[in-house]
């Protein structure tokens, strides 16, 4: 009920947006997230969204490069990336749950695929 798009590669210092898009529901009562896990690390948290948008919860690892959105009455959730480094090379996923705490600790109901991006230096 949720789909990734967006990964892919590029060159360290670029830039790439992911999207989320639910289909079968709506998550607009939901907090929404998204999350990453690299070859051999485990998941880990990169951002998180309230369910109505005031509130964002971001890694120290990505502060001040990403920044999550989630426009009003859509159904789809970004995550746009800045200045993007090798290290930030995984899967990413995004995932929703009625609680915001749950997404800051890599819990929730519904998650999507994932989508590969790859950072080159």
């Known amino acids: 009920?949720?789909?990734?798009?967006?990964?892919?590669?590029?060159?360290?210092?670029?830039s790439l947006r992911l999207s989320c898009a639910a289909s079968e529901r709506?998550?607009?009562?939901y907090a929404m997230g998204w999350f990453r896990q690299a070859p051999g690390k485990e998941?880990?948290?990169?951002?998180?969204i309230s369910s109505?948008?005031?509130?964002?919860?971001?890694?120290d690892?990505?502060?001040?490069r990403f920044t999550i959105a989630r426009?009003?009455?859509?159904?789809?959730?970004?995550?746009?990336?800045?200045?993007l480094k090798p290290e930030d090379t995984a899967v990413y996923y995004c995932a929703a749950d009625p609680s915001v705490s749950?997404?800051?600790?890599?819990?929730a109901d519904y998650w999507g695929q994932g989508t590969q991006v790859t950072v080159s230096s």
């Not at 009920?1 to 670029?14: D, F, H, K, M, R």
């Not at 109505?52 to 890694?59: D, E, K, L, R």
């Not at 749950?102 to 819990?107: A, H």
Request: proline share 2%; net charge positive; hydrophobic share 35%.
């Open 1 to 14: 009920q949720l789909v990734e798009s967006g990964g892919g590669l590029v060159q360290a210092g670029g």
């Open 26 to 29: 709506t998550f607009s009562d």
């Open 43 to 48: 998941r880990e948290f990169v951002v998180a």
């Open 52 to 59: 109505a948008g005031w509130t964002t919860y971001y890694a």
């Open 61 to 64: 690892s990505v502060k001040g």
């Open 71 to 83: 426009p009003r009455g859509g159904n789809t959730m970004y995550l746009q990336m800045n200045s």
């Open 102 to 107: 749950s997404i800051r600790t890599i819990k």
